[in-house]
């Protein structure tokens, strides 16, 4: 595999691995729940995102 591809590979495994260590902590940590609103809603805003950046690797990968 190309060295760029690699990378793209490398960098979702690693996002995956991010994505899977916050959702864990937004599902079942009590620490989430003793944060402000504001705050809760740019984790779960950033969960979000974090997951539709991997779909779009993912999707890349998909070509390779």
């Known amino acids: 595999m190309e060295e760029h591809k690699k990378r793209v590979v490398k960098e979702k ?3 995956d691995i991010k994505i899977e260590a916050l959702g864990i902590f937004i599902n079942t940590n009590k620490i989430f729940t003793t944060l402000e609103e504001d705050e809760q809603e740019d984790l779960s805003d950033q969960l979000g995102a974090m997951e539709y950046y991997s779909r779009i690797l993912q999707s ?3 070509r390779f």
């Open 13 to 15: 495994e690693e996002l």
């Open 60 to 62: 890349r990968i998909n």
